[in-house]
């Protein structure tokens, strides 16, 4: 994979990292002429000399998204997750990857707490940056005035579960087992290869938890793009505190005096802005170059002109959630206070201790895809859903918001929500084969997923790495999950 960070039946090529055939004859001819040196002698060795010098001095751009990908996933896993970080370029980034991606090395710096990878060792450096409560970055040109007082963001990595590991969830970490769904998170066709973390939800307790080898319940993990729907709780904090308003247009003064002034805040949180943004994987894509070649994430997506006018299109875009928050962190006047609202508004009030919410190197949160935590703080998210916004009696999103969050849109023909959540995953849409009608799903790329069922008060998390092109499908285990029910 390089970088993708959506749900997986909505991209094609996902998990190719797809050097262009010009990149991969390239490589070649250096292999090719290395053979040929044996018989022209210095003439030929000075090819591999020249292609050298090139990729050292103008590294194509593709070369430099694999770097900044692995930098980064590497920088996080460390600093946040606590992992190996060789064992995570193998597992994570060279083993799902193009088999050119075997030639990255990264080094680490933990007084720095830097992270830099160079392919062939030499060529296109990608650094990743980690500071304490906002993970890991892409750094190009150092480190922004925004991180200048990491203090800014309280909290930060590899923070011990919330509460008392005798109390019970959600206060504390202790399940109440189930044995008969345990034995379904159990059960490794269920599960999948390369789950790493599995947690079911039920009546409000904990009843099943399972996790993969080097795993347990304190590993932050990410969530891609299930990240999405946390950036729509965000927008909806904002719009209970009167400070946004979903029907606002005129959003972003670039927009202003073209058609992208009519583009409303609804529109962002249903993928139907109209903004012309290529979610491609694979190659140097709209997408790929946001995550991790721009600094600025937010500031790419905005300049992107219209595909179609707003309103009338869906078109699952990265680009868009990252211009949500961009959006509500202008709702503050105090950059600082935008930096710590998700811990001190959300992710404290629901225990959530783990969870970190990753910004970009301009100080805005990638609500698009980075945010890590543990599989019984995601959980605590998806209970905070199922309870309609409101945790131990107080409401944080306005009264119906995640009613208005699953409402079907008609832009995208009834698979997505009005707030960056799924209506059908894996092929099934709700109220369809066994799936109760209010089901709704949040889901990110390599097998990351969060079913939730109001009526039945359950949610299943899973988490994983799982590419799909191993055909895993999670609703058989969501579909088993629901047949055991009392």
């Keep these: 994979m390089l970088g993708a960070c959506a749900a997986n039946q909505a991209l094609p090529a996902e998990g190719a990292f797809a050097f262009p055939a010009i990149l991969i004859s390239s490589w070649g001819t250096g292999v090719i002429m290395r053979g040929l040196s044996k018989k022209f002698g210095a003439l030929a060795v000075a090819a591999p000399a020249a292609a050298a010098g090139w990729l050292t001095l103008y590294p194509p751009e593709l070369l430099k998204v694999g770097d900044g990908y692995a930098a980064k996933i590497v920088c996080s896993n460390v600093f946040l997750a606590g992992r190996d970080p060789q064992e995570v370029l193998a597992v994570d980034v060279q083993a799902p990857g193009h088999p050119l991606l075997k030639f990255v090395s990264v080094s680490v710096d933990h007084e720095e707490q830097r992270v830099t990878a160079r392919i062939f060792g030499f ?205 509500w962190m202008r709702s503050f006047d105090d950059p600082a206070a935008a930096l710590a609202y998700p811990r001190e508004a959300l992710f404290e009030p629901l225990g959530m201790k783990s969870a970190v919410m990753e910004a970009d190197e301009s100080g805005t949160f990638v609500g698009s895809s980075y945010m890590y935590a543990t599989a019984q703080d995601w959980a605590r998210f998806a209970q905070f859903l199922l309870d309609d916004g409101r945790w131990r009696g107080r409401a944080l999103l306005p009264e119906g918001y995640v009613d208005f969050m699953r409402n079907p849109t008609a832009a995208s023909g009834g698979d997505y929500g009005s707030g960056q959540v799924w209506l059908t995953a894996n092929g099934i849409r709700a109220g369809t084969g066994g799936f109760p009608a209010d089901s709704f799903w949040m889901l990110g790329h390599d097998g990351q997923a969060i079913m939730l069922v109001p009526s039945l008060r359950l949610a299943v998390i899973r988490l994983g790495l799982t590419p799909w092109r191993d055909g895993y499908n999670v609703q058989a285990l969501n579909a088993k999950v629901i047949d055991a029910l009392d």
């Design 123 to 327: 060529a296109a450096p990608g650094r990743a940056v980690h500071r304490p409560g906002l993970g890991c970055m892409n750094s190009g040109n150092g480190v922004a005035q925004a991180f200048a007082n990491p203090a800014a963001a309280s909290g930060g990595a590899m923070e011990a579960a919330a509460g008392d590991p005798e109390a019970g969830w959600p206060a504390g970490s202790r399940a109440e087992i189930d044995p008969t769904i345990q034995a379904l998170v159990e059960d490794p066709e269920l599960a999948g290869t390369g789950m790493r973390a599995i947690a079911v939800i039920r009546d409000g307790r904990l009843v099943a938890e399972s996790y993969g080898p080097g795993f347990d319940r304190d590993t932050p993990l990410l969530g891609w793009s299930m990240t999405k729907t946390v950036t729509a709780a965000l927008v909806g904090m904002r719009i209970a505190e009167r400070r946004m308003n979903a029907e606002e247009d005129r959003l972003l003064p670039e927009w202003n005096g073209d058609g992208r002034a009519a583009i409303k805040l609804a529109d962002l949180l249903a993928m139907q802005s109209g903004l012309a943004f290529n979610e491609e994987y694979g190659d140097v894509t709209d997408v790929t170059r946001m995550l991790f070649l721009e600094s600025d994430m937010a500031g790419f997506a905005a300049s992107k002109p219209l595909g179609a006018a707003a309103g009338t299109k869906f078109s699952y875009s990265s680009g868009t959630s990252n211009i949500l928050s961009r959006l």
